[in-house]
């Protein structure tokens, strides 16, 4: 089982509507939880970061945590043309030692189309 | 404020060969960390940096290595280069690298081994 695990995709959305990104973890002790977004031949964006269970808004964008299930989501509300990129799901994990020790899934290719 | 700044953009080296890549984290920031990004692996994870000392280190052979300067700027070195270690190499900085501080990354250096 991979740590961090992501439904690779190619996710296609319309424009217009929400786009629902998934990922699961194995370490139960992870306490920061981040959402990056990266465009082809781009570095990776962060666009948001969740620590506790429930949600978390900001502007079109929605994080959702469940410790218990162990997964963290990603709402993309009104997509756009421009939101068309990998959106990469990392965790920090306790058990390491955290610090800058991020693992991260493969990324989910997301297209959305006019 | 300026960002995380990466130096060289694109190098082009050959097997055997070393290299050096370096970073500049953002101004204030004193945790830095690397990551090799490749189409097949994903985005990795290969040390990170506080206070000049190395806390953190990923599954990386030996020929991988940094260090990490008084002003916070980092450098990685790779020696006796191989054509698997052509990827995206990513620098990130922290404030101190704490559990719930956010990571934000360089532009990248892209390595190409002939």
């Known amino acids: 089982q991979k740590e961090v695990e992501q439904n690779s995709g190619p996710l296609s959305v319309p424009e217009g509507a929400i786009a629902s990104l998934n990922c699961t973890y194995s370490?139960?002790?992870?306490?920061?939880f981040f959402w990056y977004r990266q465009y082809s031949g781009k570095s990776p964006e962060l666009i948001m970061s969740?620590?506790?269970?429930g949600d978390k808004e900001d502007g079109r964008f929605t994080a959702q945590l469940n410790k218990a299930s162990q997964y963290v989501s990603l709402l993309i509300r009104d997509s756009q043309p421009s939101d068309s990129a990998t959106y990469l799901c990392?965790?920090?994990?306790?058990?390491?030692?955290?610090?800058?020790?991020?693992?991260f899934g493969a990324g989910t290719r997301l297209a959305v189309h006019p | 404020k300026a960002g995380v700044t990466q130096t060289p953009r694109y190098l082009i080296k050959t097997r055997g060969q070393q290299v050096t890549l370096s970073c500049s984290p953002i101004?204030?920031?004193?945790?830095v960390s690397w990551y090799q990004q490749t189409p097949g692996q994903g985005l990795q994870f290969l040390f990170e940096?506080?206070?000049?000392?190395?806390?953190n280190k990923g599954n990386f052979p030996g020929r991988f290595s940094g260090r990490q300067f008084s002003n916070s700027r980092s450098e990685m070195n790779v020696s006796t280069l191989e054509l698997g270690d052509s990827a995206l190499y990513l620098c990130?900085?922290?404030?101190?690298?704490?559990?719930?501080?956010?990571?934000?990354f360089g532009s990248g250096t892209q390595l190409s081994v002939l």
């Open positions: 990130a900085s922290s404030l101190t690298g704490a559990d719930n501080e956010k990571l934000f």
């Open positions: 370490d139960r002790v992870s306490q920061s």
């Open positions: 969740i620590y506790s269970n």
């Open positions: 990392a965790v920090k994990p306790r058990i390491s030692g955290g610090y800058n020790k991020l693992i």
């Open positions: 101004s204030g920031h004193r945790s």
């Open positions: 940096y506080f206070s000049e000392t190395q806390r």
